[in-house]
């Protein structure tokens, strides 16, 4: 089933001051099953960003449509906008997030928190994920006393608790170190095993390869894709490697 839809999307800028247009995307065409993984790679300035928030709903495409299950996201009103984010979208980001303020523990229950949702709802669904991600220890901690990768998996957390249609995760690797980041990568593969759908955006091969299919964007457009099948991780990985090689080579 369908769960994600993006058809025909093209994202035009006007510049401020010289009043020139920029064309971020061009005409994007891609769909996400329900329950799956994929990754967006895409090198600076390709338009996997731009992309990324007019999925987010935080930006709106100049012509096309986004569909998360057949809903047109462009038909949200501006006052919905922000609930509709809470209750169907999850999100986790490269710097965390996370309110300095709150424990780790309140960091995880504000969406639901925002929703209104009672404290006896809120503490179930914390405490299978709390056993899930290894928090239990750290739950009355503050984001200041916790490691890098404690911070991204108070984050997951986060997005989790809503039980939300789609997580979207944005160089969610991209503060951690090499080990702490396979930890995370794991992670959010076992969320995918237990039937969470996942759409990742990262420039690093080793995360993508962590996913069931890789988008590769270019200049605006979705100019090739790779699907895992039967490979390991590490197959995937060279899989992806390579083909980023081949692009690359093909450019110059």
Same mark, same amino acid.
């Given at each position: 089933?369908?769960?994600?839809?993006?058809?025909? #999307?093209?994202?035009?800028?006007?510049?401020?001051?010289? *009043?020139?247009?920029?064309?971020?995307?061009?005409?994007?065409?891609? =769909? %996400?099953?329900?329950?799956?993984? %994929?990754?967006?790679?895409?090198?600076? /300035?390709?338009?996997?960003?731009?992309?990324?928030?007019?999925?987010?709903?935080?930006?709106?495409?100049?012509?096309?449509?986004?569909?998360?299950? *057949?809903?047109?996201?462009?038909?949200?009103?501006? &006052?919905? =906008?922000? @609930?509709?984010?809470?209750?169907?979208?999850?999100? #986790?980001?490269?710097?965390?997030?996370?309110? +300095?303020?709150?424990?780790?523990?309140?960091?995880?229950?504000?969406?639901?928190?925002?929703?209104?949702?009672?404290?006896? &709802?809120?503490?179930?669904?914390?405490?299978?994920?709390?056993?899930?991600?290894?928090?239990?220890? $750290?739950?009355? &901690?503050?984001?200041?006393?916790?490691? /890098?990768?404690?911070?991204?998996? #108070?984050?997951?957390?986060? @997005?989790?608790?809503?039980?939300? +249609?789609?997580?979207?995760?944005?160089?969610?690797?991209?503060?951690?170190? =090499?080990?702490? =980041?396979?930890?995370?990568?794991?992670?959010?593969?076992?969320?995918?095993?237990? /039937?969470?759908?996942?759409?990742? #955006?990262?420039?690093?091969?080793?995360?993508?390869?962590?996913?069931?299919?890789?988008?590769?964007?270019?200049?605006?457009?979705?100019?090739?894709?790779?699907?895992? /099948?039967?490979?390991?991780?590490?197959?995937? $990985?060279? $899989?992806?490697?390579?083909?980023?090689?081949?692009?690359?080579?093909?450019?110059?």
């Amino acid at each position: 089933m369908k769960l994600l839809e993006v058809k025909n #999307v093209k994202k035009i800028y006007q510049t401020r001051f010289s *009043g020139n247009q920029v064309e971020a995307l061009k005409q994007i065409n891609f =769909s %996400v099953e329900e329950g799956e993984y %994929v990754a967006i790679m895409g090198e600076s /300035g390709s338009g996997k960003s731009t992309l990324l928030n007019l999925l987010a709903t935080l930006d709106q495409p100049t012509t096309g449509e986004i569909l998360l299950k *057949g809903n047109n996201l462009s038909s949200i009103k501006e &006052k919905d =906008s922000a @609930a509709f984010r809470r209750d169907h979208l999850g999100f #986790v980001f490269q710097d965390f997030n996370l309110l +300095d303020t709150f424990t780790a523990r309140d960091n995880i229950f504000l969406p639901l928190v925002l929703a209104k949702a009672s404290v006896a &709802k809120m503490e179930q669904r914390m405490a299978p994920l709390a056993s899930k991600l290894g928090l239990i220890d $750290l739950l009355d &901690k503050y984001p200041y006393e916790l490691s /890098g990768g404690q911070k991204q998996r #108070v984050a997951a957390a986060r @997005a989790i608790i809503t039980k939300p +249609d789609i997580i979207l995760a944005d160089e969610p690797t991209g503060a951690l170190d =090499s080990k702490t =980041s396979a930890q995370l990568l794991d992670m959010f593969q076992q969320l995918n095993n237990d /039937g969470q759908t996942l759409l990742m #955006v990262t420039h690093s091969a080793v995360a993508a390869s962590h996913a069931n299919r890789v988008l590769f964007i270019k200049d605006g457009q979705v100019f090739n894709q790779l699907h895992r /099948g039967n490979q390991t991780n590490e197959q995937f $990985l060279t $899989l992806i490697s390579e083909t980023t090689t081949a692009l690359l080579t093909k450019e110059a």
